[in-house]
């Protein structure tokens, strides 16, 4: 079994800590409950925060000839400003963050279907964007593991999220012991995760990591850094772990039968249309590792990027569309 770092998360406190709704409710999200023990949690509600309290009158984003503003109608107190200062505050103080899961729609946290209306009362709107303080967020922290409690649910992007924030975890306290030998252990572990997300970027992590230049070991892990955040942009496709699921079935290429390697291919096509899940033909993959002690490929994260606790049981099935 992999050792897992322990991922440092912000998190909007109404995903189940702390009752600070606009209405006084606290919300029970499911990916948070599951997360719980297995990363750091650092809870933030912006608005108790600068002193909006609970149940409170309803603040909204609205566009002015100033830009857009956060205003409470009831009281006509806009609350910009201060929300800025704090959210700016807050982000500089924190150290070591890896990711951050924010309320979808609030006008603090939502990261970008939060409405934007035309004026302080509730009317027609003038489109959509980020609460303030999401919207710092994505400034200060642009390649952060970064989603909304809602966007979790879907299997994909909960997946790309889980991964890229156990991976940058690991990696931050890989960087914390500027052990040369540490990162190449890293980046051979993770060749075939990096792989599925972006072949040319795995190639340039491996140029880094034989720092042919000589470089100081500090801007060795910072060249790195940069290039696994590019890395992570986007999800995997499904044409990617194809490519890599044959890059591994070569290993066993003198060990299978023919009737294996149909088989391995059948399901590789049953995958390709979206007939069957990944786990469907890795698991296979792995079986031979075992089989024939492989004990690179054991190693590899491709198999097992984030604890499997996190895994919900429908995973395995529906959902998967990369």
Not at 46 to 52: A, V, Y
Not at 121 to 134: D, E, H, I, M, W
């Amino acid at each position: 079994m992999p050792r897992f770092a322990t991922p440092v998360v912000v998190v909007s406190e109404c995903l189940g800590f702390a009752p600070c709704r606009y209405n006084g409710d606290q919300l029970e999200d499911e990916t948070v409950r599951k997360l719980v023990p297995f990363v750091r949690f650092i809870p933030v509600c912006p608005e108790m925060q600068i002193g909006l309290g609970t149940p409170r009158e309803t603040i909204r984003l609205v566009m002015t000839e100033s830009g857009v503003r956060l205003v409470q109608p009831s009281t006509g107190i806009d609350w910009t400003e201060v929300m800025n200062g704090f959210s700016a505050a807050f982000l500089h103080k924190l150290r070591d963050v890896d990711g951050f899961i924010l309320k979808s729609r609030s006008p603090s946290c939502g990261m970008k279907d939060v409405k934007i209306y035309r004026n302080e009362q509730k009317g027609p709107t003038a489109g959509k964007g980020s609460g303030l303080f999401a919207e710092q967020v994505l400034m200060m922290f642009p390649h952060k593991a970064i989603e909304e409690e809602g966007r979790l649910t879907n299997f994909s992007i909960r997946e790309h999220f889980l991964t890229k924030l156990f991976t940058l975890a690991l990696f931050r306290e890989v960087k914390q012991t500027k052990s040369h030998h540490q990162l190449v252990e890293f980046h051979a572990e993770h060749k075939y995760l990096f792989m599925a997300y972006h072949q040319k970027k795995l190639k340039e992590l491996g140029n880094t990591v034989a720092n042919r230049e000589r470089l100081p070991i500090d801007e060795v892990f910072s060249r790195y850094e940069q290039i696994l955040c590019e890395l992570f942009a986007k999800r995997s496709r499904r044409k990617a772990n194809i490519n890599v699921c044959q890059h591994m079935m070569g290993y066993f290429k003198h060990e299978l039968s023919t009737e294996e390697k149909h088989y391995f291919e059948q399901l590789l096509s049953k995958y390709r249309d979206g007939k069957l899940p990944l786990s469907s033909v890795t698991s296979v993959i792995k079986s031979w590792a075992v089989r024939y002690k492989n004990e690179y490929l054991l190693k590899q994260r491709y198999f097992e990027p984030y604890p499997e606790e996190l895994i919900d049981i429908t995973d395995s099935g529906k959902g998967r569309d990369y």
